[in-house]
């Protein structure tokens, strides 16, 4: 199999970790491949996972900035040790349900720019320490509130004590804080049953292959590495330039379009391919950044 750059849009199946996923791809290429996800899932957590091959590594940040939709089934009434069903659960002794319109009002308070409290149990580090190592250990973990983007949330059924939800959100937050959030505005405790990633930015679940995908048919799930670039503005240059945008050199566009300057580009050619990225300088001209194999 020749070297291959794109990216591979995976579904990952419960039960294993984000790690234990793209290891089973790498096995799916030469070799010294480099591969990397952008974006972990927990272990009970299904659903898109975006792995980047060869050059594509390197821009697993664009992805792992695009916006994510999940769907999730919150269990009301409980709470756990790792705010879902992988933890210690425990019922809430005398929870009252509360009502449909309750539970819609309480979710539409996330919508927006919010301080968001991790889950104990997760992956960020303190002290250098995995969060979630620390409390196996029995050891007390303080984590900070940190802002995070959450666009949408939908209820899209409930009955009691499972609320059925989606939630359009950007990069870092924690639906398993929502759940647990949720359940103590309600005042009945509250925790995730289940998760399924249904959208990282244009990667959609429908589109994923699964870990038994031949290896002999990997190539044609292979997504260009410019999808990774849909979100940025895009400016064109000529072909007599492009050889010098390649070779790190700053070029004038060649398009109608107006960049700002200190604006990050998608630099392509008369062709619609991509060459790379580039920053806007205050003459209008654009200054390579990165410069993706042709």
Not at 137 to 160: C, F, H, N, S
Request: proline share 6%; charged share 20%; hydrophobic share 40%.
């Amino acid at each position: 199999m020749d070297a291959m750059n794109g990216l591979l849009v995976i579904d990952k199946p419960g039960g294993m970790t984000s790690r234990d996923a793209v290891n089973r791809v790498q096995r799916w290429f030469p070799k010294k491949t480099k591969i990397g996800h952008t974006g972990t899932l927990d272990p009970l957590a299904t659903g898109v996972l975006v792995v980047c091959v060869g050059a594509a590594t390197r821009l697993a940040d664009y992805v792992q900035a695009m916006g994510k939709t999940y769907a999730s089934r919150f269990r009301l009434g409980a709470t756990s040790t790792s705010d879902d069903a992988d933890g210690t659960v425990t019922d809430t002794p005398g929870a009252v349900p509360p009502t449909g319109e309750a539970v819609e009002a309480s979710l539409q308070r996330f919508v927006g720019v919010i301080e968001q409290l991790p889950p104990a149990v997760s992956a960020l580090k303190v002290d250098g320490r995995r969060a979630h190592d620390l409390v196996r250990q029995g050891k007390e973990v303080t984590l900070a509130p940190r802002p995070v983007r959450i666009d949408a949330v939908r209820l899209t059924g409930y009955d009691w004590p499972f609320a059925d939800v989606e939630v359009d959100c950007g990069k870092g937050t924690y639906i398993r804080s929502i759940a647990r959030d949720l359940g103590a505005a309600l005042g009945c405790g509250g925790m995730v049953q289940t998760l399924r990633r249904a959208r990282v930015g244009c990667y959609l679940a429908e589109d994923a292959v699964t870990l038994d995908l031949d290896p002999g048919e990997v190539g044609k799930h292979l997504m260009p590495m410019s999808s990774a670039l849909s979100t940025l503005p895009a400016v064109r240059i000529s072909a007599e330039v492009v050889t010098r945008f390649r070779q790190g050199q700053t070029v004038a566009t060649a398009g109608e379009a107006s960049p700002q300057p200190g604006e990050e580009v998608v630099v392509i050619d008369g062709f619609q391919e991509v060459i790379g990225i580039g920053a806007v300088l205050p003459n209008g001209f654009v200054k390579p950044t990165l410069v993706l194999p042709s």
